[in-house]
């Protein structure tokens, strides 16, 4: 039996312990009853604290977020000194 993805917007939840232990326990809950959460709209802060309490995998953002990470990083450009020729 496939796992049905539930989309859940957490737009509005600090960027704190408790939230993320609030979300662990909501996909532990969602498992068990055949389910998946997929967070929606979470703050870059609290994308990082996710990352840094090593539950990025257990607490997936949804699947935009996931396509945009694939996306090729942008080049770098060279930084040069007043004065330099561009020859």
Known sequence: MALQVRVLCVSSLPADAAAVDLLARLQLAARRHGSELRLAGASQALRELIAF???????PGELERQSEQREEPLGV?????????TR
């Open 53 to 59: 309490c090593g539950l990025e995998s257990a607490l």
């Open 77 to 85: 450009q060279e930084e040069r000194q007043l004065g330099d020729s």
